[in-house]
C-alpha cells in the first residue's frame, strides 16, 4: 500500500465536469489500493474574484480579514470533490486548516506551515479519501492564515513531509516542466526529469509550474515530486536529487519574467555603510531586492547602485528611499519596462564558454544588457521588456532546446 499526495491546481477543479474529473482521477488510484489524501487549490479565477471584492471595499484591506476572505476558495474546491467521490461510491471527507489544524507561522498572506495533526486523518485512509485545502492554515493565535500565491503547492509538499507519504504529484494543467513557456515558444519541449536545483532556479526566475518555496522543501527534506496533467495520461516530469540527472547538456532551461523593475541610485555618497543603509529600511518593509550593481565614479566619492525589485513595490521603494535621512544621492532614476531572462543548467558549472554564448547570441539580437547576476548553476540578465521573447528564443535555439 502506498500513501500518496495529489495535489490539484485551480484550472484542475476549475469547473464542475473538472471536478468530476479529478474524482475519477482519485477514485482509480483509491482502487489500485493506495492511500489517497488530495490537496486542492481554489478553482480558478476565484481568488482573483476574492481579492476585487476586497479592493471595492478598501485599497488597503486589513491582511487578518484578507486571509479569512482567501481562505474560502479552497473549502469550496474540498466540499465540491468529496461530494464528487461520495456520488462515485467512494468514502471521502474533507477537513478544513482548523479541523486538523494546520499550524502555521509567520505574518497573515505570507505565512509558512511548520506542523499539523495527522492522527485523525491518518486513521480515517484506512476506510476513504481525505481531502485537504491548500494554501492555508491556522496560527498561534486562532487566526486563519494563507501562505502567499501558489501556496497550496507548499501545502503539498509540507503535508508529504508530516504524513511521510510515499509519493507527491501535482497536477495541473500541463503534462510537465518544460524547457521554457510552451504558450510562447511552441518549439519547448518537456524536460522528463530535472533537479531540485535546477527547478528552485526556474521557479524562482519565472517558470510558473511550480511555487519555489514548495521546491525548496522537497529539496530540504528529500521529498520526489511529479508534475503531472491532469487532462492527460502521459508521464509528467520527475523532480529529485541530482545523482539521477543526465548533465550532458550545459543548460536545462530559460526562463523569464516581466514584474521586474530598475531603480538607479545616482550620486551616492561612497562611505562605508552606505549599502547598509539603502538596502535596510527596505528589507524591513519585506522588499525584495535582487540584482545590485555599484559603479564608483572617476573620483571614488560617489557612487551608482542599481538593483532590481518586483514591479509591485516600485511605488513603495521610491518612497522609502526619498525618506531615507541616511543616505545622500543626486538623482533616483526608475525603470519599470524591463524584463529578467534566464538560463538554468547544473551542467554549467563544468562547461566552459556559456556566459560567452548567452551574451553573444544578445548581441547578435541587438539587444542591450542593463543588469547580470550569476550563479553556478543560473545566468540573469535584465533587458528591455519589448524584447523578452526575442531573446528567450535566440538562448533557446543556441542552447540546442528546440
Not at 509528467?236 to 540527472?245: A, D, L, P, V
Request: proline fraction near 2%; charge should be neutral.
Amino acid at each position: 500500500m502506498v500513501k500518496k499526495i495529489l495535489k490539484f491546481g485551480g484550472t484542475s477543479v476549475g469547473g464542475i465536469k473538472r471536478i468530476q474529473h479529478v474524482a475519477n482521477i482519485i477514485k482509480k488510484e483509491y482502487n489500485s489500493g493506495n492511500q489517497i489524501i488530495a490537496v486542492v487549490s481554489a478553482m480558478s479565477g476565484k481568488t482573483n474574484e476574492l481579492i476585487d471584492f476586497s479592493k471595492k471595499i478598501s485599497d488597503d484591506f486589513d491582511k487578518r480579514e484578507m486571509d479569512v476572505l482567501l481562505s474560502t476558495g479552497e473549502q469550496i474546491s474540498c466540499a465540491l470533490l468529496a461530494g464528487a467521490l461520495i456520488k462515485l461510491g467512494i468514502n471521502a471527507r474533507s477537513w478544513l486548516n482548523w479541523q486538523i489544524p494546520i499550524l502555521t507561522n509567520g505574518q497573515h498572506t505570507n505565512a509558512r506551515i511548520v506542523n499539523m495533526n495527522t492522527s485523525k486523518i491518518n486513521s480515517f485512509l484506512n476506510n476513504g479519501v481525505a481531502i485537504i485545502p491548500g494554501f492555508q492554515g491556522i496560527s498561534e493565535n486562532g487566526d486563519i492564515t494563507t501562505l502567499g500565491r501558489g501556496g497550496s503547492d507548499a501545502s503539498a509538499v509540507a503535508f508529504a513531509k508530516l504524513f511521510e507519504a510515499d509519493a507527491c504529484e501535482i497536477y495541473t494543467d500541463v503534462d510537465g516542466v518544460y524547457s521554457t513557456d510552451p504558450n510562447k515558444i511552441p518549439v519547448a519541449k518537456k524536460i522528463e526529469k530535472i533537479s531540485f536545483d535546477e527547478m528552485l532556479e526556474l521557479s524562482s526566475l519565472g517558470a510558473k509550474v511550480m511555487q519555489s518555496s514548495a521546491v525548496q522543501t522537497a529539496m530540504m527534506y528529500d521529498i520526489p515530486l511529479e508534475v503531472r496533467s491532469t487532462f492527460t495520461d502521459r508521464n509528467g516530469t520527475k523532480i529529485f536529487e541530482h545523482q539521477n540527472i543526465d548533465y550532458s547538456k550545459s543548460v536545462t532551461g530559460v526562463a523569464y519574467s516581466k514584474d521586474d523593475a530598475k531603480i538607479t541610485l545616482i550620486g551616492v555618497e561612497d562611505r562605508p555603510g552606505v549599502a547598509a543603509n539603502i538596502f535596510e529600511p527596505l528589507n524591513k518593509s519585506q522588499i525584495n531586492v535582487d540584482m545590485v550593481i555599484q559603479n564608483i565614479s572617476s573620483d571614488s566619492k560617489t557612487t551608482d547602485i542599481t538593483f532590481t525589485i518586483k514591479r509591485i513595490d516600485l511605488s513603495k521603494t521610491t518612497e522609502i528611499l526619498k525618506n531615507n535621512q541616511k543616505i545622500k544621492y543626486k538623482d533616483i532614476s526608475c525603470n519599470d519596462k524591463v524584463s529578467k531572462v534566464s538560463i538554468v543548467g547544473a551542467g554549467m558549472v563544468s562547461t566552459p564558454g556559456v556566459t560567452f554564448r548567452m551574451f553573444k547570441a544578445l548581441a547578435e539580437e541587438s539587444i542591450n544588457i542593463i543588469a547580470i547576476s550569476t550563479s553556478e548553476i543560473k545566468l540573469s540578465v535584465i533587458i528591455d521588456e519589448e524584447n523578452t521573447l526575442k531573446a528567450v528564443k535566440k538562448l533557446h535555439t543556441i542552447f540546442d532546446l528546440d
